[in-house]
């Protein structure tokens, strides 16, 4: 006999009780297997690829190099010469240029630095000896006091001789590390180059034949985009050195005391300025304070000299030589070398820019393949149009949002 339930209570689970009843779940046992072998895989590579990171940056390195000099090469193929060949002249070219610029530099290099031995050596035979002449030096202004902690510092020196000897080390197994990696950078160029068509099929033939037209097409934009780039910036770090070099001698032959190390401080402009936004400025204030400390006319007009030339290298230089290889906002380039620098240091910062074209360029072909969907304006990846209006575009909404009407004044 069933027992009939009181009207007055109210039900646990079900229709009009506490806790409603849950439909059956769908997630299945094996999908929970699925996900957790899926998030233990990718969570094994990424740990891979920081265990090869060094690798990595060395694979990074090599792609841009190759990127650059693929041009060349390829200008050599076509005139019948064999791509191997090919490689192997434009790395003696290379060799030839380097020995070129070490035949210019190292001599007045060693020059100077056997000056500054010498001036060194100098100061010790004086009366009261270096000490005495960075007061004489510091005094000028007003550092004199700060003398007193460099010389304590540097009378514990012979006492921690012996614990210099682990930092050398340090250095050696740096000097022979970077050696290493220099070969193996050449060397993964160097097959890079060699089979590039090859990767490039293989990994086309991995998507739809509908798609590979346009990879390719996109393949090719972003390579002119680093290659472009890269040898922009080789030719305004080329041009930023030679003119502090021309602006420095001039100055040993108009100024009492001259510019000394002209060679040195030129080729730290030179480098400093491949480094995105901050080396020109960071190279120009290690010259200018350099300038200072030979003399205050020499730090002025060098301090002016800089100001005006990075006026003309970012207004003038950049768009020309740049040219049509990057089209980025300036808020993108300063957040892509920020998170450059942040993940691979100097390296990072100096691919953030070549990298974020290419994400822009992905972006441009994503756009355009949505407007080809939609029926709208197609634009190419070298469109001038802003970045709203080629959304606008791709949508299908071609015509312009318009644009809000003033209020009527009361009478």
Do not use: C
């Not at 420095?248 to 040195?264: C, K, R």
């Not at 355009?368 to 802003?386: D, K, L, N, W």
């Amino acid at each position: 006999m069933n027992e009939e339930r009181p009207a007055n209570v109210i039900p646990f689970t079900g229709g009009g009780g506490l806790i409603p009843r849950l439909a059956r779940p769908q997630v299945t046992a094996r999908t929970v297997v699925m996900v957790l072998l899926t998030t233990l895989v990718v969570v094994g590579l990424l740990f891979l690829l920081y265990q090869l990171r060094q690798l990595v940056r060395w694979t990074l390195i090599a792609v841009s190099l190759a990127l650059a000099l693929a041009p060349a090469i390829n200008w050599l193929e076509r005139r019948g010469i064999k791509r191997g060949i090919g490689i192997g002249l434009v790395y003696l070219v290379l060799l030839a240029v380097i020995a070129a610029i070490a035949a210019l530099v190292v001599p007045p290099l060693v020059d100077q630095v056997q000056g500054l031995a010498a001036f060194a050596t100098d100061l010790t035979r004086r009366p009261g000896g270096l000490e005495q002449w960075l007061r004489d030096q510091t005094g000028r202004f007003g550092l004199a006091s700060y003398v007193d902690t460099v010389s304590a510092q540097l009378s514990t020196l012979p006492s921690r001789l012996g614990a210099a000897a682990g930092p050398l080390l340090t250095i050696t197994r740096g000097i022979v590390s970077s050696i290493t990696a220099t070969i193996s950078i050449l060397l993964l160029t160097f097959f890079l180059l060699l089979d590039s068509g090859r990767f490039i099929n293989a990994g086309l033939a991995l998507f739809n034949p509908v798609q590979r037209p346009r990879l390719r097409r996109l393949l090719g934009e972003s390579a002119g985009a680093i290659h472009g780039y890269i040898n922009g910036n080789l030719i305004i770090s080329l041009i930023a050195g030679v003119g502090a070099f021309l602006v420095m001698t001039i100055m040993n032959f108009t100024l009492p005391g001259g510019m000394p190390y002209a060679v040195v401080l030129a080729l730290v402009v030179a480098l400093l300025d491949l480094i995105p936004l901050v080396g020109a400025t960071l190279g120009a204030a290690i010259v200018v304070v350099v300038g200072l400390f030979v003399g205050v006319p020499q730090g002025l007009i060098l301090l002016v000299y800089f100001i005006v030339y990075q006026q003309v290298e970012n207004n003038v230089l950049q768009p020309l030589v740049y040219g049509r290889s990057v089209q980025l906002h300036p808020l993108a380039i300063f957040l892509a070398v920020l998170a450059g620098g942040e993940l691979l240091g100097i390296l990072g910062a100096l691919l953030a820019i070549p990298v974020a074209e290419i994400i822009r360029l992905i972006g441009a072909e994503f756009l355009a393949s949505r407007a080809e969907e939609t029926g709208g304006i197609v634009h190419g990846t070298q469109s001038p149009a802003p970045i709203d209006q080629v959304a606008r575009d791709a949508s299908g909404s071609a015509t312009e949002l318009p644009a809000p009407t003033p209020p009527h004044d009361k009478a």
